[in-house]
């Protein structure tokens, strides 16, 4: 038995496999683990992909994470917060587009205290009773992820970014603990989220241990979802000279998870996107389900700078939305007007 078929069968994986695959010259055996990966996806999700509308609602934080354009430390970052209402003419938008799900993602900000947020939350939730309500704004209390899941919100997005402590404490300075991020992750499932986790491929440091330490957190914490992408360097940052992750081994990653893990939600994301012109169709084709196309005001996307050119920040909603249906429909796939739950029942 290969390793790939191995890898399908038993959702398993050893370090050395890992290694192996993510080394591997063999064209044969990236073919197999691609087109494996892509059956698993299709038999749970066919040629669908579910489309999330994404909305940045503040560059404003109070973390200072050495990889992140954010970091609170970056003197030069352009800080913006957006209103109630601006918010909720992006969900008008988007649910025109045909979003059912929001994803309303923002840096660690204080201005969005649980007050504020539930507020929006509530009332997006009583606007969009059909949609889905996703939040990824950091660490936060168990009392706060609870009011707010209490105010309408089904999903939370927070990536573990490295299931290794030592290597979290080369990514993150001292007053931020690895501790508290995963015990904030079994929190929001203990809540009742959908929650999803990731890391990003080829950030400082990583190793081929560290990478298999976050596929065995994958496969013990058991997320709804899974984000990953290339690590991409941002200016005016500590990591500002440190070399891109790898578009190929992204790939490979996406492929071994889903394999790993085959009912997972799954995104093709923007920073896959901005490395390689393709890269969010590769990604669906190594068995990716899901893209987040931009959905936040254009005044203001160039200024949600976590690493350096980033894609879509010159294109109003409908546009990247267009541009997303476009991409998908000429590797055939269609993206779908649906809230794409996370169900480990579903078969397409
Ligand atoms: N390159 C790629 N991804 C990044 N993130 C933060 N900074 C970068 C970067 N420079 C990712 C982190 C974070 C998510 C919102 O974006 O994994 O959790
Ligand atoms: Fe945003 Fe193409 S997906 S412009």
Request: some cysteine; proline content about 4%.
């Amino acid at each position: 038995m290969t390793v790939v078929d191995k890898l399908r069968n038993e959702h398993d994986i050893s370090r050395y496999e890992l290694e192996m695959l993510l080394t591997t010259n063999e064209a044969s055996c990236i073919e197999a683990l691609k087109s494996s990966a892509r059956e698993e996806a299709n038999k749970v999700y066919g040629n669908k992909v579910f489309i999330r509308g994404l909305i940045e609602l503040s560059s404003h934080c109070k973390n200072d994470c050495l990889y992140c354009g954010l970091r609170r430390s970056n003197s030069t970052a352009v800080r913006y917060r957006l209103s109630d209402d601006d918010i909720y003419y992006c969900c008008e938008t988007g649910y025109k587009l045909g979003f059912r799900t929001f994803v309303m993602q923002g840096g660690e900000d204080g201005w969005f205290d649980d007050k504020r947020m539930c507020r929006i939350v509530s009332t997006v939730r009583n606007r969009f009773p059909d949609c889905a309500i996703t939040l990824s704004l950091g660490e936060r209390s168990r009392e706060s992820y609870q009011a707010l899941f209490d105010a309408g919100a089904n999903r939370y997005l927070l990536r573990h970014e490295t299931a290794s402590p030592e290597h979290y404490a080369q990514l993150h300075p001292a007053e931020m603990s690895w501790q508290n991020r995963i015990d904030c992750l079994y929190a929001l499932k203990e809540i009742g989220y959908q929650v999803g986790c990731g890391f990003m491929v080829g950030s400082p440091y990583q190793t081929f241990d560290t990478l298999y330490a976050d596929l065995q957190f994958i496969r013990n914490f058991q997320p709804h979802m899974v984000g990953i992408g290339p690590f991409i360097s941002a200016h005016d940052t500590p990591f500002a000279n440190m070399p891109n992750g790898s578009v190929q081994t992204t790939l490979r990653l996406l492929a071994i998870i889903r394999l790993l893990h085959p009912h997972v939600l799954l995104p093709a994301t923007t920073a896959l996107g901005t490395l390689h012109p393709q890269g969010r169709e590769l990604g669906i084709q190594f068995g990716a389900n899901v893209v987040m196309p931009n959905l936040s005001p254009r005044d203001h996307r160039k200024d949600y700078a976590i690493y350096d050119n980033k894609i879509c920040t010159g294109e109003e909603s409908a546009e990247c939305m267009a541009c997303t249906e476009m991409r998908m429909k000429r590797i055939g796939y269609e993206t779908v007007v649906s809230r794409g739950d996370f169900n480990p029942n579903y078969e397409a």
